[in-house]
């Protein structure tokens, strides 16, 4: 049916575009319900959340993110969970720059192996480290402090950081690091002031799913401390007393721990696309 | 790229083993350690070989656990993955609009993991709930604490709510390497929507959609923390996933040994699989995608 295709093709883009949008639409709305919800049970009073179903707040209240703000056992959650994801992010970057780079340009023996080897440590799942991973610790002292749930973390993320900047180091051409050399740089000069900035967006982007999955983990950090170091996810829980949950003070955390990842979301915007491809399109 | 042979490498990458060493592999041979031992308490521990392995092979509890968890990764991929190549389809591709969608899409994939767990949990219940309550009001008997199916449903949904973006960013990312001359060629040739994704855009796709299936499989393979939070692994046993059931065994009752052979076989069943992908996934690389 030649004639048949041929009349509603020059229709289509619009009746497309029209479609697609609609389409983005509804996956947007389906994405924004949950946390919509949780946004408007935090203004609310606990009273009220279990009293009349409404859809926004009768009684505005900051009352709950007052209470987060004011009471160190509350915010030194979040100033924890941002000190051990930032040391893991730096720690994680600084291992995986150079071995990326003896991946993207080498081969060495058993360079298939260590590469295959690496990724499987992000395919161990946590909860078998959990335990082990508590023994180590304590053994060595380093129980409860910021560093320990940092390193451990370092076992899925500095994977993922060599993967990914692997990936963008490929993109380089070899000639640069060659007439480099050439023009006398030595390893050290010529990797830090010509090829990761060639490299930014990779750095970028390998830092953010750092910062992201150390961000959103539980279970070792939640296992690896108790006092000191304890993240906000697991203060969380503390809004169980004795008289039921405090709903409004729980939405009011689950909202307050999105906004680090909106924040990093934000800076990355433009390179979001490729990083989640790592590096590979 | 051509690499050259260069075994001084080695010292590059001597950071990372070091590093990898201490996390990975000293807590490992702890595992190992603990699976081929028995105790009586006291730290006093003797060789009981490969016991434990005979012991949770011929128990029910762990195929169980498997079943569920090869099931839960069966589905959620079966949705995710279609789901997310069909909103990448209709992302737009550029502007501000695009920015938009990329920042919301991104934002479930930063909410930390027992928060995602908190969200649904009340987003689920029928008194202080938006779909609990809307189900409720419609008259569809929904509880995701007493009723196995619900709760299926409920996790199912939140992984879904939680992860497709991923897949759709993936995809995106793959659409938008593909140079318009392939479209113009399409178009000139008279190509069917359907044969433009099944020839142009499928095939580009290929390599970050495997990305995506090898990070989708590894991570709702150990997921814990977020049907934890939101049933527990109940009713009953009803949505005790593998990583669940680990926890409560190694944690929970602190029977290490028999924890210790469920962690490897676990281990294992990932690796095996996640080989497959891997294999793939470079294969597709090496033909340059």
């Known amino acids: 049916m030649p004639d048949a295709t041929a009349a509603p093709a020059r229709k289509a883009p619009r009746i497309r575009v029209n479609r697609s949008a609609l389409v983005m639409a509804a996956y947007l709305i389906f994405l924004m319900l949950p946390l919509y919800w949780l946004l408007n049970m935090s203004l609310k009073t606990n009273a009220e959340i279990l009293g009349d179903f409404t859809l926004f707040p009768r009684n505005l209240t900051f009352q709950n993110y007052v209470t987060i703000f004011t009471d160190p056992a509350w915010y030194m959650g979040y100033v924890n969970s941002l000190i051990y994801v930032v040391m893991n992010t730096v720690i994680s970057l600084a291992v995986a720059l150079p071995a990326a780079y003896a991946f993207s340009r080498y081969h060495f023996m058993g360079d298939k192996h260590l590469f295959f080897w690496l990724l499987t440590n992000r395919m161990a799942p946590p909860a078998v480290f959990a335990l082990p991973f508590f023994q180590l610790y304590s053994s060595v002292g380093l129980f409860d402090t910021h560093i320990a749930v940092a390193l451990a973390h370092c076992l899925f993320n500095v994977p993922l950081a060599v993967w990914i900047l692997e990936g963008f180091m490929r993109g380089v051409p070899k000639e640069i690091d060659e007439t480099a050399y050439i023009d006398g740089y030595g390893f050290g000069a010529f990797f830090v002031k010509i090829f990761m900035p060639l490299i930014a967006s990779g750095i970028g982007v390998a830092a953010f799913f750092c910062f992201m999955f150390s961000w959103v983990e539980l279970l070792l950090s939640r296992t690896l401390t108790t006092v000191d170091a304890k993240p906000i996810a697991a203060i969380m829980t503390r809004t169980q007393g004795a008289s039921g949950i405090d709903w409004g003070l729980l939405a009011a955390a689950g909202i307050l721990t999105i906004i680090p990842g909106a924040l990093v979301i934000w800076f990355v915007r433009n390179y979001i696309a490729k990083g989640f491809a790592l590096g590979r399109v | ?289």
Not at chain 2, 138 to 162: E, F, L, P, R, S
């Open chain 2, 1 to 289: 790229m051509n690499k050259t042979l260069n075994n001084k490498a080695w010292f590059l990458v001597l950071p990372v083993l070091v590093l990898v060493a201490f996390s990975a592999v000293i807590p490992l041979m702890t595992v190992v350690n603990y699976s081929v031992q028995d105790t009586f308490g006291n730290n006093q521990f003797f060789w009981a070989g490969l016991e434990w392995f005979e012991e949770m092979l011929h128990e029910d509890r762990m195929w169980n656990a498997l079943r569920r968890q090869l099931i839960f990764s069966a589905v959620i991929l079966a949705i995710e993955v279609p789901l997310g190549v069909f909103v990448a389809l209709n992302m737009p591709k550029s502007g501000a609009w695009s920015s938009f969608c990329l920042v919301t899409m991104s934002l479930p994939l930063l909410i930390p993991w027992n928060v995602v767990g908190t969200i649904w949990q009340i987003f689920g219940r029928v008194d202080i709930g938006l779909l609990g309550h809307t189900l409720a009001a419609m008259g569809i008997d929904y509880n995701y604490t007493q009723d196995t199916i619900a709760a299926w449903v409920t996790i199912i949904v939140m992984d879904v709510w939680h992860w497709t973006s991923l897949v759709a960013l993936l995809a995106f990312a793959g659409l938008k390497s593909i140079p318009d001359a392939y479209y113009q060629a399409a178009r000139i040739d008279q190509a069917s929507r359907w044969k433009v994704f099944r020839y142009i855009e499928l095939p580009k796709m290929a390599g970050v959609l495997m990305i995506a299936i090898l990070l989708r499989f590894m991570d709702s393979f150990m997921i814990y923390t977020e049907p934890f939070v939101v049933t527990g692994g109940g009713p009953g046993n009803a949505t005790t996933l593998l990583s669940i059931d680990l926890v409560k065994m190694a944690l929970g009752q602190f029977d290490l040994g028999p924890a210790a052979a469920f962690s490897l076989m676990y281990f294992l069943v990932i690796l095996a699989i996640s080989w497959v992908f891997y294999t793939v996934m470079t294969n597709l690389d090496k033909k340059g995608m």
